[in-house]
C-alpha cells in the first residue's frame, strides 16, 4: 500500500487533468451557484426526503472500522449533482432528469446459479439485512474523487441471501433498462450507440470482500436518485465505473461478465479496474486526482489506500490486466 507523505498533497495543480474534467468542473461552478444555491437543488431535496418510508432505517450506526476515509466528507449538495449516470446523459448535471426514476416498486431478480432463483421487493430486502454507515473514498477514472458517508450492507450478505451454487464463479448485476424514463438509454434502432443495461461484475473472492458495499443511502437517509436509488454497489478500491447503480439483477455466473464501459470499449476499460495510480489510462495520467468540493488535486492511491484489505485478492493473477 502506498504510504502519502505530506508534501505530496500539498502538491500544486499542475498535473495532467483531461481537458473535458476541466471544462465539466468550470460548467459546474458557473451554472449550479456553487453549493447549493441554485434554483435546481432547492427542487432536489423535497425529492429525496418523501423517499423515505414511515419507519426509516436512517440514520444507521456507523462502523466504527469505516468511521475516517481520512480527507473530508464532499458536501451533500455537490455529491448528489455532479454524477455519472449515462442512462440520462453524458454529462454530469443529470440530477433533474434522474428525477423521473421511478424507484417504487423496485423488485431485484436473483438467479443465475443459486439453490432457487427468487425475486424480492426492495422494503423486503431492506428487512432482511443490517444497515451501517461508512464513510468510503470514491475514484472516478475521469480523475476525480470524492467522500460519501454510504449507508448500506456488504455484498456478502446479500451474497448469503441468494445461496450461490459452488459453480458460481462471478456475480453479475444488471442496471433498470426503461428508456421512456431513462432517455440516455436509446435502443440501437433508435439510434442510441451505447450497451444498454448497464453491467457490471467481480468474482465471488471479491463478492465475499468485506469492503464491498451494497448503497441504499447516503448522508444519512435514502440514496438519492442521481446517485443510484434505491441500491446501488460501491467498490471503494476499484474506478467508479464498476460501483454499479439502482439494480435490478444480481446473477450468479460461471462466464466473467462484461462490463458496460469494456463492452464500449474493451482497450480502456477492462474487469478488473484496480485503482493504480502508476497505470495511466491510454488517454490520461492516473497518478493525481481532483478533489471534488475544493479542486485540490492530490495523489492517487494503489486501490484507493484499500490495499491493505484487498491486495491479497489479485496475488496471484500475474497474466490478468488488474489496473483497467
Ligand atoms: N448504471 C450506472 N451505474 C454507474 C454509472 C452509470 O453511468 N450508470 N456510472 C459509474 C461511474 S463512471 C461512476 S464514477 C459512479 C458515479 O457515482 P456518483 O454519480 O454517485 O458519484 O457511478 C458508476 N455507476
Ligand atoms: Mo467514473
Redesign the pocket.
Known amino acids: 500500500m502506498h504510504i502519502i507523505r505530506k508534501c505530496e498533497w500539498a502538491l500544486a495543480d499542475r498535473l495532467v487533468t483531461p481537458e473535458p474534467i476541466f471544462v465539466n468542473r468550470r460548467q459546474l461552478l458557473a451554472g449550479a451557484g456553487f453549493l447549493g444555491l441554485g434554483a435546481g437543488l432547492g427542487r432536489l431535496r423535497p425529492a429525496v426526503a418523501a423517499s423515505a418510508t414511515g419507519s426509516s432505517p436512517y440514520p444507521a450506526p456507523r462502523n466504527p472500522a469505516y468511521a475516517d476515509a481520512g480527507r473530508p466528507v464532499t458536501p451533500e449538495a455537490l455529491?448528489t449533482t455532479?454524477?455519472?449516470?449515462?442512462?440520462f446523459s453524458t454529462n454530469k448535471r443529470i440530477f433533474e432528469l434522474a428525477e423521473q426514476l421511478k424507484t417504487r416498486p423496485w423488485d431485484i431478480a436473483i438467479d443465475g446459479a443459486v439453490e432457487k432463483p427468487f425475486t424480492i421487493g426492495f422494503e423486503d430486502l431492506l428487512a432482511k439485512v443490517k444497515l451501517e454507515e461508512r464513510v468510503y473514498r470514491?475514484r472516478?477514472?475521469?480523475a476525480w474523487s470524492?467522500v460519501?458517508p454510504w449507508t448500506g450492507f456488504p455484498l456478502k450478505d446479500l451474497v448469503a441471501l441468494a445461496k450461490p451454487l459452488s459453480s458460481a464463479k462471478y456475480v453479475r448485476m444488471e442496471?433498470f433498462l426503461n428508456p421512456e424514463m431513462a432517455p440516455g438509454q436509446q435502443p440501437s434502432f433508435l439510434g442510441g450507440s451505447m450497451p444498454w443495461?448497464?453491467v457490471?461484475g467481480v468474482t465471488m473472492a471479491e463478492a465475499a470482500n468485506d469492503l464491498a458495499f451494497m448503497v441504499t443511502g447516503a448522508y444519512a437517509k435514502p440514496v438519492a436518485k442521481?446517485?443510484?436509488a434505491p441500491i446501488?454497489l460501491h467498490l471503494p478500491w476499484k474506478?467508479?465505473?464498476?460501483?454499479?447503480?439502482?439494480i435490478v439483477k444480481v446473477s450468479f455466473v460461471k462466464e466473467r461478465p462484461v462490463g458496460?464501459?469494456e463492452q464500449l470499449q474493451g482497450s480502456e476499460y477492462g474487469f478488473w479496474a484496480n485503482v493504480n495510480p502508476q497505470v495511466p489510462h491510454p488517454r490520461w495520467s492516473q497518478a493525481t486526482e481532483r478533489v471534488l468540493g475544493t479542486d485540490e488535486r492530490i495523489p492517487t492511491q494503489l486501490y484507493n489506500g484499500y490495499g491493505a484489505q484487498v491486495a491479497s485478492l489479485y496475488s496471484r493473477l500475474d497474466g490478468e490486466k488488474l489496473w483497467m
Open positions: 455529491n455532479y454524477n455519472n449516470f449515462y442512462e470514491h472516478c477514472v475521469e470524492m460519501v442496471t443495461p448497464y457490471e442521481s446517485m443510484g446501488r474506478y467508479g465505473f464498476k460501483s454499479i447503480k439502482s458496460f464501459w
